[in-house]
């Protein structure tokens, strides 16, 4: 982990302070540290979410879809070497799901842990992913836990001291038809990093690193492609409905599988788009960089 934070040139000063914090803090077992899958690429946020979460700061992660507000917050946990708790907030979340509640067992009460009291036991991670969409009344309950107070005041129960290794990281999605505003003084509780969308060069580092097989050429074009379509849904010719990275990434893994390129990026970015004029401009924008037909294939041997 300290490599990747070197080949991300991650400031020295606190690559140094993440060592001696993880040497303070004995990795120990638990299946819920996990390395992730992908790597998170951005230098700036990177170090500016190292150093909030140094000085004992929780984070909220916003930005547009498929920024990596979600790889961002699982290799953070990996870097810190702290178990996750991913929890998906909705409407119907309550403080019972977040904290946990009196259930029957075997005839008798007993207390069921949730992952946010997991979480301030064992030190973790506890990931909120789309923050915004629940209800303030559920979210209520963490504001003891999100500020200097760092205790779960459940009421009718003992109070839960935090462990101090615990850290929130919520994730925050703008700009999907449906999401709320955060409250103020929940988002008081954060540090908040805005996640921009990934640059070209990272691209580049992103692609090559999870499909090595896939040809430069080929490479480029991809990348070409998702860079117009970002162009054109910045000028308002086109929602941002393609700009999907996600979708990208999709549609290479189903080119590994044989898809010709271009049925799979119409699977992957264009069909994204409901509109049947938008869908037509994406498509010229695909034609004008893929053929229907590529005779070689655009994976080395
Ligand atoms: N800067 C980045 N570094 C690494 N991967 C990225 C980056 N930006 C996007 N991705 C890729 O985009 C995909 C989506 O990532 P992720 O699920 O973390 O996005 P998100 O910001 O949480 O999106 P949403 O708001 O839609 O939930 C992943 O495959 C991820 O690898
Ligand atoms: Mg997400």
Redesign the pocket.
Known sequence: MIDYLREENIDENLIRQVKVYRKKNKAYENRRIRKPQ?????KE?LEEALAALLAGKNLL?T??????????AENLAYIFNRPVYNVSMHVNTDAASLVGADTFKDGEVVFRKGPIYKAAEEGGFAIL??INMAKNEAISVLHASLDYRKIIDLAGYDQIEIDPNTRFIG?M?YGYIGTRELNEALASRFMIIH?P??TYE?LDK?LRD?FPRLKQKYRKAFIDLFESLRLKSENNEISSRSVD??GL?GAIETMEIGLSPYKALQIGLVNKSFDDFERELILDTLRSKFPEDIEESIFDE
């Open positions: 992908y790597k998170f690429y951005g946020v992660l930005g547009a879809k498929a920024t990596g507000k979600n790889v961002l992913d789309e994730t999605n996640v969308s990934i990272n992103l999870t990275l996600r990434i």
